[in-house]
């Protein structure tokens, strides 16, 4: 150290100049500090702090960073929330439309090909992930939700339980109705295919009998099965075409042509069967009177049944 009027060199422990009595000055630490590291000016940045916590400008500053900080962790939160219940949402939706299409399928009822095997394999597996994916998303929103938000929470799970039974219902409904239809259709084509298969046989064993009593009597009985076959599916097909009719109105001319030629072949049927019993009858007879009886009891019912083909 060194007097700073007279320049005399002084012991560190010296509180005033040995030679001319000067007060000796010495430096605070932050003078120190600063005039050994000018370039770094930390104590000017150390003490800016309490200049700018103490001063009644920038305090509104200092105290708004607390608040924003708080509003940003609130957006935040509110935002990963939002996020959470889309998703929770969405799998609900995703779930119900994956059962719907296993409802759909199922209502249906067709025969189970490889094709209905397959739409209801996929969809159940998918359902069944769906449903835990919405499953996890629930407890996550349970934990991390608070008691604001649990109103909010269980009419979320309320409206989708709402829409999972709606889906369902609206699925099982309408593959109802198309498996009815289908089966429908597929039961009116079954029988016309049945229809014509008899008609074929009958009109063939028919046709092929010999111009004699004994053949008529053995033909009459080999199709007696076939006849009340023919008939069985004939009247089915009279009431299917009325649903037919009621279902297609704009089909309805074409439907009563249907309608009328069915009809026609009830009525030869009611009288192919009266004929198999006359015939059976006949069969019974002594041969030498069988013409007679033939004449008298079966040929007025093929007269009848001639006159069919005119109407």
């Known amino acids: 150290m060194f007097c700073s009027k007279c320049a005399c060199e002084l012991p560190t422990t010296a509180n005033f100049c040995v030679r001319c009595g000067e007060p000796v000055w010495r430096p605070s630490v932050s003078e120190e500090v600063s005039s050994a590291y000018p370039e770094r000016g930390a104590v000017r940045e150390i003490s800016a702090v309490p200049q700018l916590v103490n001063s009644e400008g920038d305090k509104g500053v200092i105290e708004s960073v ?10 935040t939160t ?3 929330h939002r996020i959470t219940y889309a998703a929770f949402a969405s ?14 399928e199922l209502a249906i009822g067709a025969a189970p090909g490889v094709h209905k095997l397959t739409v209801l394999s996929v969809a159940a597996v998918v359902a069944i992930l769906l449903f835990g994916f919405s499953v996890r998303s629930w407890r996550g929103l349970k934990a991390t939700d608070d008691a604001s938000n649990v109103n909010y929470r269980r009419k979320l799970a309320y409206l989708g339980g709402i829409f999972a039974v709606l889906f369902l219902l609206a699925a099982a409904l309408s593959g109802r109705a198309i498996g009815k239809s289908g089966s429908e259709a597929a039961q009116l084509a079954s029988d016309f295919d049945t229809m014509s298969n008899l008609g074929d046989r009958i009109s063939n064993a028919r046709g092929a009998v010999d ?15 076939d006849v009340n076959d023919f008939d069985v599916v004939l009247h089915r097909l009279r009431m299917e075409m009325s649903v037919y009719d009621d279902k297609f109105p704009a089909h309805h001319a074409t439907t009563m042509k249907s309608i009328h030629s069915i009809e026609l072949g009830i009525k030869r049927a009611d009288l192919l069967k009266k004929q198999i019993v006359v015939s059976s009858e006949i069969e019974l007879l002594n041969p030498n009177i069988r013409w007679d009886a033939w004449q008298l009891q079966m040929q007025p019912l093929l007269d009848e049944e001639n006159a069919l083909d005119n109407q």
């Open 66 to 75: 607390p608040t924003q900080l708080s509003s940003l962790t609130t957006d």
């Open 78 to 80: 509110i935002n990963v």
């Open 91 to 104: 799998q609900i939706l995703a779930c119900s439309l994956a059962c719907s299409v296993f409802a759909f």
């Open 211 to 225: 111009r004699t009593i004994e053949s008529h009597l053995k033909m009459y009985k080999n199709i007696e099965g």
